[in-house]
């Protein structure tokens, strides 16, 4: 339904080169770039907030695709709105999630909704007409690094079939622990949008750590 898209996570560049790292990674063929916001209360930690997306957003070219893994999106997410493709929220934040994503489209942004591990799939079920994208953690979100989550498969296959049978057009996204092994199974099960930090960041050749997240 979508073309693919690669989502590097600036979660995992080495900020003390943030240009660099930008320019190096959207020369690499990076389609968007992912910014995992997170407040140390919806997720076991702190990373950056608005003031580092806008420093990114100077300097980036592609669209950026903000990720609140915070507990009051209904209170932050319009600090984000200029710079951000879409906005992506978490369905156990603490608010109502339903308006914050209608108040995020509203302002002409695309608006995710996302889950944790943990959550079933159905906590999102009465949002997926209303949104634009979905957020499938692959992994405990929180920190980089971490192995895939080979469980989380059957929410994106969910994701994929739903859209369908109910003629939505929403994209499906995955982030955590996302490789060329793992990148291929979340494609498979119907994934179009892929998140990854350390296998792009981390690798000698970045170009091709993106040509191998494509398939
Ligand atoms: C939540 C973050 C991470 C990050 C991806 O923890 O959202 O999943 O983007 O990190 P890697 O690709 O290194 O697992
Ligand atoms: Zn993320």
Sequence with gaps: MHPIVIAPSVLAADWGRLHDQIRAVEAAGADWLHLDVMD???????????????SVAKVATKPLDSHLMISRPDHYWSRFAKLSRNITIHVEAEC?????????????????????????????????????LVLVMTVEPGFGGQSFMESQMEKVSMARDIRAARNLA??????????????????????????????????????????????
Excluded: H, Q, W
């Design 40 to 54: 140390g209360r919806l997720v076991d930690n702190i990373s950056f907030g608005p003031a580092f997306c806008e």
């Design 96 to 132: 109502d999630v339903a308006a914050t994503l209608r108040d995020i489209r509203a302002a002409g942004v695309g608006a995710g909704i996302s889950l944790k591990p943990g959550t079933p799939f159905s906590a999102i079920e009465p949002f997926l007409a209303d949104v634009d």
């Design 170 to 215: 929403y994209r499906i996204e995955v982030d955590g622990g996302i490789n060329a092994v793992t990148g291929a199974k979340s494609r498979d099960a119907g994934a179009d949008t892929l998140v990854a930090g350390s296998s792009v960041f981390g690798a000698a050749d970045m170009a091709s750590a993106i040509r191998a997240l494509r398939g």
